[in-house]
């Protein structure tokens, strides 16, 4: 099993987190589960290891305050603590220890290195994480650390690049941005390709764990109402809808919403892009939200609840499901081993209702998306609180079509695209 590094760079409330959370993220997709990591984090200017545990399984989960920047989170098992040590006596191995053997969590081979970790860890084994103290002011430093800046010194970064090969960013191909055609085109639309290649395109939601119904037209919000009839356009479908299961977690079960958009070829103009985001997609989202919020009354929403669970219970039962069926009763069982048959199906209810009630999250995939567009939607629906008085979650991923211009060597983990 790979064995690497995972630095935490100064922020200790990342560091922590991995802890409580049992859930590591990386900046790349290398680190898979089965791997060993040791978790560092830098404390006034000494990068120390305190934890390691093993990988486990893919998730969608961020915790962390800068949790975009993580393509490929896990949860993590056999967690151990020891007092912390300083990894930098790893230089009695490599001059460019830190670029060699922690920036990038690469994997470690070297035997001294892991005997390095191995014995330390041991040396200093805890019942408890260690407890950092530190003034506050040290974790609000900016900037890169100094092993992560740039190279500027060409000489220098020669001599590095021979020494540390691995540093080297080797590309697969290169690529051109498209449009998409719209949202449903059959051939080249988002929906379309997105839903056809869903589970190659997000790990993080791995077959085993998801169940995912694609019926756009089964489930529906209940809308608004005025002197007792339903006022148009204030109900909704989403485009799918995403269950998944993470057996570690408080709440195993989680539903997605999903609502793809697609500006494409039709809305090439910025101005366009903005009015049809402040008029169609942010209202749609907010109307998924509220369906499952607070601010619905208790009995419409509730009522909401009941229907979906039981039209979820009745796809699974459906011919042709069976797969999907199969799967969440594995779910049922492994969260209660001694179940009787009887009881999965009434389980299966729990779970969902639950799920609606307790973790719920809005998820939008669409094929242009700012920052400032998606921490201001990220707000909106945060301020719908669920009954639980715990925000309704958002998510959003920007998936885009490329064109081939070149490939290059297809053993490599990069490409390159431009648009324009």
Not at 62 to 85: I, L
Not at 257 to 271: F, M, N, V
Not at 279 to 289: D, K
Not at 299 to 305: A, Q, V
Request: hydrophobic share 35%; proline share 5%.
């Amino acid at each position: 099993m790979p064995t690497r590094i995972l630095n935490c760079s100064t922020s200790l409330e990342n560091y922590y987190l991995c802890i409580r959370e049992k859930v590591a993220g990386f900046t790349n997709r290398g680190p898979q589960p089965g791997d060993q990591v040791y978790l560092a984090v830098k404390v006034e200017g000494v990068l120390f290891c305190g934890a390691r545990f093993v990988l486990d399984e893919v998730i969608d989960y961020r915790p962390w305050p800068d949790g975009d920047r993580y393509v490929n989170c896990m949860t993590v098992k056999d967690m151990e603590f020891c007092e912390p040590f300083d990894l930098a006596g790893l230089s009695e191995v490599h001059q460019y220890w830190y670029l060699k053997f922690v920036q990038g969590a690469k994997a470690i081979e070297e035997e001294k290195v892991l005997g390095f970790l191995e014995e330390h860890f041991t040396a200093g084994r805890m019942e408890e994480p260690h407890k950092f103290e530190i003034p506050p002011a040290a974790e609000e430093e900016e900037g890169l650390e100094p092993e992560d800046a740039s190279i500027e010194d060409e000489r220098q970064a020669e001599k590095i690049s021979k020494e540390v090969p691995e540093l080297k960013v080797r590309i697969m191909g290169t690529f051109q941005t498209i449009n998409f055609l719209n949202e449903t085109d059959h051939f080249r639309g988002l929906e379309t390709l997105v839903s056809e290649n869903f589970y190659a395109l997000f790990p993080q939601f791995p077959e085993n764990r998801t169940v995912l119904i694609q019926e756009n037209r089964l489930f529906c919000t209940t809308g608004t109402k005025s002197r007792g009839r339903y006022i148009s356009d204030t109900s909704a479908y989403p485009d799918a809808i995403l269950i998944s299961f993470t057996k570690s977690q408080k709440n195993p079960l989680q539903v997605n919403l999903i609502e793809y958009e697609c500006y494409g070829d039709g809305k090439p103009r910025a101005s366009q892009k903005s009015q049809y985001m402040n008029t169609h997609i942010i209202p749609q989202l907010m109307r998924f939200a509220s369906a499952f919020s607070i601010i619905t009354e208790d009995k419409t929403r509730e009522n909401t609840i009941q229907n979906w669970t039981e039209k979820i219970i009745d796809y699974l039962n459906q011919k042709g499901n069976e797969g999907q069926c199969n799967r969440v009763i594995d779910w049922v069982r492994q969260l209660h081993p001694a179940i009787k048959e009887r009881s999965i199906e009434r389980e299966m209810e729990k779970l969902l209702v639950s799920a609606f009630r307790t973790n719920l999250r809005v998820l939008l995939i669409i094929d242009e998306l700012s920052a400032e567009q998606k921490s201001t939607i990220q707000n909106v629906i945060n301020s719908f609180k669920l009954a639980t008085d715990d925000p309704i979650q958002f998510g959003a991923y920007i998936v885009r079509l490329v064109e081939r211009i070149s490939l290059r060597d297809q053993s490599a983990e990069f490409a390159l695209t431009v648009q324009g």
